[in-house]
């Protein structure tokens, strides 16, 4: 049979229970390839709430032990480590400061979870600084690329000192993967890896980021992460960063930059991550609390979205949730 009413082709037969929709599922969303970013405040005794981020809070050390523990457990592949200092000032002497908050959190978790998945740490200047700026000011208040750099190679120490595995360059400064590089290497830290937040644009969507890290950057930084409406210039920085010998290349925030993210991993010779900003995690939390949305249903899917358009590995505040859910 066939004709109008008799389709002889039907898509339909491979949904029509869940084990055949099983077996022709063309992505899944590994534990092992989820990441944990994870926010330590100096001086807390108890973890802080993050109001615009329900479930995410900032650390004290001992509740990020009890947090790292758990999220080695549930089979995560890695943490991304944030510092909240008690003190910054204009040049962010705590990112250096081998006392410093990042650089304590980093050592403990090293020494707790580095067996069992990659520790990492965001290597910029931003939650360090009195101004909020990824990178130190010149005399007219401009971020000063080339004065960052090495600011950011003196970060790169302290952090593979402390037993960072993986640095995350967020800053986007001209030329931060190579800097980074050739210090690691002339340092000894052959083994430490780059990964370079490499087209990372100027988001609305870190909004509950900046209240997570108190931040007190006024102003923005379009002066050096990308424009939302450039695509091209995403997949320049990832080809620039991919030769300064970068390891794996990043595009973020997700959701609203799949595209560049598809782009990007169907040219990569490296792995390509992704990272599910805070204000991608805020939406679904507050749509879901108002019951407007399937909380579950939207999680996984806004996340196998992420792997769908060509994530390796993703960087989700849901991380330890979805491994748990994922078994
Ligand atoms: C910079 C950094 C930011 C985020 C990760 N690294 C903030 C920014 O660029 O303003 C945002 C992450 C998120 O929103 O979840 N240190």
């Given at each position: 049979m066939s004709g109008a009413l008799a389709p002889d082709i039907r898509p339909r037969r491979l949904r029509t229970g869940p084990a055949m929709r099983r077996l022709v599922s063309e992505t899944r969303v590994p534990p092992a390839q989820l990441v944990l970013p994870m926010f330590v405040r100096d001086g807390s005794a108890e973890p802080v709430p993050i109001g615009s981020m329900p479930g995410v809070v900032q650390h004290s050390l001992d509740s990020f032990r009890r947090a790292l523990n758990g999220a080695a457990e549930a089979g995560v592949g890695g943490v991304m480590l944030f510092g909240v200092p008690e003190l910054r000032d204009a040049t962010g002497t705590g990112a250096t400061d081998p006392d410093g908050i990042l650089n304590v959190a980093t050592r403990l978790a090293a020494r707790e979870v580095g067996d069992a998945l990659v520790v990492q740490t965001d290597l910029c200047l931003d939650e360090f600084t009195d101004h909020g700026h990824c990178g130190v000011l010149d005399a007219h208040g401009a971020v000063d690329n080339d004065a960052t750099l090495l600011r950011y190679r003196?970060?790169?120490?302290?952090?593979?000192?402390?037993?960072?595995?993986?640095?995350?360059?967020?800053?986007?400064?001209?030329?931060?993967?190579?800097?980074?590089?050739?210090?690691?290497?002339?340092?000894?830290?052959?083994?430490?890896?780059?990964?370079?937040?490499?087209?990372?644009?100027?988001?609305?969507?870190?909004?509950?980021?900046?209240?997570?890290?108190?931040?007190?950057?006024?102003?923005?930084?379009?002066?050096?992460?990308?424009?939302?409406?450039?695509?091209?210039?995403?997949?320049?920085?990832?080809?620039?960063?991919?030769?300064?010998?970068?390891?794996?290349?990043?595009?973020?925030?997700?959701?609203?930059?799949l595209d560049v993210l598809a782009d990007v991993a169907a040219s990569s010779h490296i792995p390509v991550w992704a990272y599910q900003v805070s204000g991608e995690y805020a939406m679904i939390e507050a749509a879901a609390a108002n019951g407007w949305i399937d909380r579950r249903r939207a999680i996984e899917e806004s996340v196998v979205s992420i792997r769908r358009a060509g994530a390796d590995a993703v960087l989700t505040y849901w991380a330890v949730e979805l491994a748990h859910w994922l078994r």
């Open positions: 003196d970060m790169a120490i302290a952090q593979a000192e402390a037993g960072s595995q993986l640095l995350g360059l967020s800053g986007m400064m001209d030329g931060q993967v190579a800097a980074v590089r050739d210090v690691l290497d002339s340092s000894g830290y052959t083994d430490t890896a780059v990964l370079a937040y490499s087209a990372k644009y100027a988001s609305a969507f870190y909004g509950p980021f900046r209240e997570a890290v108190q931040s007190t950057l006024t102003g923005d930084r379009r002066s050096y992460q990308l424009d939302p409406a450039n695509a091209r210039e995403g997949r320049r920085e990832a080809i620039l960063d991919a030769a300064e010998g970068a390891d794996i290349v990043m595009v973020k925030p997700a959701m609203s930059y």
